[in-house]
């Protein structure tokens, strides 16, 4: 007697077999993928009367025939790992069609045991099986359970145990059904491998289950029909379906980002709170520039994504938990067909818009792996929120605020139109013969089950911060030491040191030479005095300014009188902060990388600059502050829109936007797209193909441009 | 007559699917086989048709619909 069992559930999409699964482990569940595919596997315990039994819940199918990866993953967990039982379960409400998969896993020789679910939907429909006949016409042992319920989940295990015992022990039978697959082996040409030979096989195996539910099941013509038909007009409705799938993700994507933005701003300033702590308590050097930048910088771009992921995922589980997805799909097919996606493909699409990480992790929704990769490698074109910053900054600084509303729209534009031509040359590139014809299941729809929708929600979170997480942070670290090293050497700090010294110690000359200038500059511009408190960014941005406003804005943050020596002081840290980043290897190798920035109009400032962003996109503003000795900026900071005014053309500010609209995934896709598509390939070639599309591109619209 | 012409609300049999080996074999894991009896849900959309058969709802693409010879 083997003391632990290994089962596998098996049964069609829909059967409710993932509920059955949670209801026999519990919370005790992990997620891997299977090998070499993105098809998740999910691996549970449970115990009977002291037994361990690990169960594995293979992804829903249809048939074993390969003609997907999960049936590809299926058909191969059962040949190889050789389950002590494989579970079917099957939905039902729907006998028929559930029944051909278990003919097939029949044929596969494993010891079967067949789990009636959702018998109270069935017999809601006046759908009554006769579970003792069905066992006998089978030959399998045959339960019923209503698994959102639990019912009859117990005895599932009890079943189990005692045909993992015992797996030889005949089930008694009133006829052994002939093998359908032995008709298929009639084939004169060629024994069972032919086209012509698997629809004989399929034929056969239908003429069986006709047999078996002709006597296993009673349907009662008079039972209501499911409300589903009513549902369906409306929510695929020829005019009305549209409206509504994008008023429905309209609603999630605002949920994921304005509910998420919360704890994303708590874990920003736990992180903050957490860096000027340790700001204080630990001396100058380079471990405490490892501490902040490094580890809780990158620790911190790490966990800020979470609440987006887990409220995301929530939503898109209840979507397809409700059966709502697959007629979202539906409706979107048309227009994602033409250019080789697949309808679904328009969720993580959308939800690219605010962050390409979820994104990627929301194309596990599409079962082609074809689609799949496509839809994950277009996703960082659809401009994602932390792009944002970068737009901010640039287009107030060099468009007139008529133009900024249409260069945001076709900045925005053009990623969605060259992502339409990246999917369409995929499309072109790797299709085999024939596209995946479309058919989809479209389940009834019913109320999503909290405990699935929940675990699986966690458990994907989870996964993020453990496997995403590690090379994010492991990137950022490297980012941190190719901004940070080598150091200044000892000299240029003495002498920025001697600076600071000798502005503290002429202090109250500064002051009041300052005093003096400050007066004499509020006499003359008196009459011209813009608005003190201009709230807006933006108009402070536009319009014109003296000196004196600029100093204003800076003062801005701390919201107290400009003090003189502190802005010396600061200064003095800025432009040191610039000499150490010119110095460092990001400064090299944006210097060294300038031959192939020129062309596109950029020189090594910027590209010290999109080295950072390759961290995270909205770095790229802090660092053209750091370039440009600005001190500490974001994209409202008006010092350094100034500062790229006098020194680029707009023609250069729109090619940095295009540039960054394009190029160089952030770290936390790059990682994400390595663990979503299964290999580290595809993440090198979504980097490098993007980058170099983009470098194509810029270089384009810049040397056109400027001959205008 | 094909599945795409048929009418919403119409019960109909389909006799023969001119598709190629992937096609026929998607469509028979999903229950569609020569002899079965299907009913059309919905046929306005513009490129999908929504029959049930064997007591479950597909959406199908005008692709595949056009293919499947019914009566």
Redo the contacts between chains.
């Keep these: 007697m083997k003391n632990a069992i290994k089962i596998a559930l098996a049964g069609n999409p829909n059967s409710g077999k993932s509920t059955i699964f949670n209801k026999l482990t519990g919370a005790k569940q992990t997620v891997g993928n299977f090998p070499g595919v993105t098809v998740e596997r999910y691996e549970g315990r449970a115990q009977f009367e002291g037994r361990s039994i690990s169960v594995v819940d293979l992804p829903g199918v249809?048939?074993l025939?390969s003609?997907s990866d999960e049936e590809r993953v299926a058909a191969e967990f059962l040949k190889n790992e050789t389950p002590d039982v494989v579970v079917n379960v099957v939905d039902a409400?729907?006998?028929?069609?559930n029944l051909?998969?278990t003919l097939v896993l029949k044929e596969q020789n494993r010891p079967l045991v067949v789990v009636l679910n959702m018998i109270d939907v069935a017999r809601r429909r006046g759908?009554d099986v006769d579970a003792a006949a069905l066992s006998k016409e089978l030959g399998v042992p045959v339960l019923q359970t209503v698994g959102n319920r639990g019912v009859g989940v117990q005895e599932i295990l009890a079943e189990v145990v005692r045909v993992a015992e015992s797996p030889n022990a005949p089930v008694e039978t009133s006829v052994a059904p002939a093998c359908p697959s032995d008709a298929a082996k009639s084939c004169e040409h060629c024994g069972g491998e032919c086209?012509l030979a698997?629809?004989a096989a399929?034929?056969a195996r239908?003429k069986e289950i006709g047999r078996v539910c002709a006597r296993c099941v009673k349907t009662d013509a008079d039972a209501p029909a499911s409300g589903?038909?009513k549902i369906?007009?409306i929510l695929?409705h020829?005019f009305l379906?549209i409206p509504i799938f994008l008023a429905a993700m309209y609603l999630v994507f605002q949920l994921t980002f304005t509910l998420g933005s919360y704890p994303m701003d708590w874990i920003d300033a736990g992180f903050g709170a957490l860096a000027d702590w340790v700001d204080g308590a630990m001396s100058e050097g380079v471990a405490k520039s490892l501490i902040i930048d490094g580890v809780i910088g990158g620790v911190g771009g790490v966990l800020v994504f979470l609440p987006n992921i887990l409220i995301l995922f929530l939503a898109i589980s209840i979507l397809e938990d409700s059966g709502y997805m697959?007629r979202a799909a539906?409706?979107c097919?048309?227009w994602m067909?033409r250019v080789g996606l697949h309808g679904k493909s328009v969720v993580p699409a959308l939800v690219g818009f605010g962050c390409t990480v979820p994104g990627i992790m929301a194309a596990k929704m599409l079962s082609d792996r074809k689609e799949r990769l496509a839809t994950m490698f277009v996703l960082p074109l659809f401009s994602c929120g932390a792009r944002f910053p970068i737009y901010a900054l640039l287009i107030p600084a060099f468009f007139p605020l008529e133009w900024q509303g249409l260069i945001l729209w076709g900045i925005y534009l053009i990623g969605i139109l060259l992502a339409a031509v990246v999917a369409k040359v995929m499309d072109v590139v790797f299709k085999n013969d024939?596209?995946?014809?479309?058919?989809?299941?479209?389940?009834?729809y019913h109320c999503p089950t909290l405990g699935v929708v929940g675990v699986h929600t966690l458990e994907r979170g989870w996964q993020y911060v453990k496997k995403a997480g590690t090379i994010i942070f492991a990137i950022s670290v490297l980012l941190w030491a190719l901004t940070t090293f080598p150091n200044l050497d000892a000299e240029t700090v003495a002498k920025f040191d001697a600076e600071r010294a000798q502005i503290e110690e002429n202090a109250d000359q500064i002051r009041a030479e300052a005093a003096a200038r400050l007066a004499e500059s509020t006499e003359s511009a008196e009459s011209a005095q813009p608005e003190e408190n201009a709230e807006s960014t933006e108009s402070a941005q536009l319009a014109e300014n003296t000196e004196a406003d600029g100093a204003e804005v800076a003062a801005d943050e701390t919201e107290e009188e400009a003090d003189p020596v502190a802005d010396a002081l600061a200064a003095v840290d800025a432009a040191e902060g610039q000499a150490a980043l010119e110095r460092s290897y990001a400064g090299r190798v944006g210097r060294a990388l300038e031959p192939m920035l020129r062309p596109m109009g950029f020189d090594w400032k910027i590209g010290t600059a999109l080295i950072g962003a390759i961290a995270a996109k909205e770095v790229f503003v802090a660092q053209m502050g750091v370039v440009y000795s600005v001190g500490e900026a974001d994209e409202t900071s008006e010092p350094l829109a100034e500062t790229l005014r006098a020194n680029y053309s707009p023609l250069v500010g729109f090619c940095i936007m295009l540039f960054c609209l394009i190029a160089t995934p952030c770290m936390a896709t790059f990682a994400v797209m390595a663990r979503e598509a299964g290999s580290w390939k595809w993440a090198f070639a979504q980097w490098f193909g993007l980058t170099a599309i983009a470098w194509v591109l810029t270089t384009l619209v810049y040397q056109i441009g400027k001959t205008f | 007559m094909t599945l795409a012409d048929a009418l919403k609300g119409q019960k109909v049999t389909i006799v023969s699917m001119d598709l190629t080996e992937l096609g026929v074999n998607r469509l028979t894991a999903l229950g569609l086989t020569p002899g079965v009896r299907v009913r059309v849900v919905d046929n306005s959309l513009k490129d999908t048709s929504i029959i049930e058969c064997r007591g479950s709802r597909l959406a199908l693409g005008r692709g595949l619909a056009r293919f499947i010879v019914v009566k």
């Design positions: 249809y048939s025939a003609y409400s729907n006998l028929e069609r051909y998969l759908i086209e698997q629809t399929d034929v239908y589903s038909d369906d007009a695929t020829r379906g697959a539906l409706l097919d048309r067909r024939e596209p995946a014809p479309f058919v989809i299941e479209l389940p009834s």
